[in-house]
T-cell receptor
Framework: EPEVTQTPSHQVTQMGQEVILRCVPI?????FYWYRQILGQKVEFLVS????????KSEIFDDQFSVERPDGSNFTLKIRSTKLEDSAMYFC?????????????FGDGTRLSIL | AQSVTQLGSHVSVSEGALVLLRCNYS??????LFWYVQYPNQGLQLLLK??????LVKGINGFEAEFKKSETSFHLTKPSAHMSDAAEYFC????????????FGTGTSLTVIP
């Protein structure tokens, strides 16, 4: 069964450094998402992306964050200058472009630890 | 606006007993509802979805959920718990368009006692 893959599984970064989290969505999916889950808290929406542009973003997704689809397969989340509170599990998801609401398929996540 | 509330952050059941995980939703539009399961160190796996068809939805691993509009609920059940069901369960609600963000509940941790 096709799946969403994320790399790396764990990223440790010094505060203030830039970090890029990578995702390969399911190949025929056209909607892409990033969510984060701070330890012990709920999964929170960051951003959705369709047709090479952001379609929706939350208040968490401030100017420090950016997303990009640099080629036909990868979808990346960049945090420009990391803060301690960015430490969380980051999940990528994708969904098909069909009528109605389709389930979002999630990757296994990248655990980001900011020191 | 959409939101979900999961009552009970921790639920413990004996192996073979009924599993009931509660989810209530709030939505200004006809909701689309989902249950996801998260095993340790893994991502979110779709268990089942409600998209305005049948109100009783059957999912994987023997789970099912019933959409009750009058109660704004979408509780997850399984007749007989198995040890392998121990995991974190999340209810989620979405708006009516593909591409809408999912709003997740705070999750319920299920423990199965042998």
């Amino acid at each position: 069964e096709p799946e969403v893959t994320q790399t790396p599984s764990h990223q440790v970064t010094q505060m203030g450094q830039e970090v890029i989290l990578r995702c390969v969505p399911i190949s025929n999916h056209l909607y892409f998402y990033w969510y984060r889950q701070i330890l012990g808290q709920k999964v929170e929406f960051l951003v959705s992306f369709y047709n090479n542009e952001i379609s929706e973003k939350s208040e968490i997704f401030d100017d420090q964050f950016s997303v990009e689809r640099p080629d036909g397969s990868n979808f990346t989340l960049k945090i420009r200058s990391t803060k301690l509170e960015d430490s969380a599990m980051y999940f990528c998801a994708s969904s098909e472009l069909t009528t109605g609401v389709q389930p979002q398929h999630f990757g296994d996540g990248t655990r980001l630890s900011i020191l | 606006a959409q939101s979900v509330t999961q009552l009970g952050s921790h639920v413990s059941v004996s192996e073979g007993a009924l599993v009931l995980l509660r989810c209530n939703y709030s939505s200004s539009v006809p909701p689309y509802l989902f249950w996801y399961v998260q095993y340790p160190n893994q991502g979110l796996q779709l268990l089942l979805k409600y998209t305005s068809a049948a109100t009783l939805v059957k999912g994987i691993n023997g789970f099912e959920a019933e959409f009750k509009k009058s109660e704004t609920s979408f509780h997850l059940t399984k007749p007989s718990a198995h040890m392998s069901d121990a995991a974190e369960y999340f209810c989620a609600v979405s708006g009516s368009n593909t591409g809408n963000q999912f709003y997740f509940g705070t999750g319920t941790s299920l423990t199965v006692i042998p």
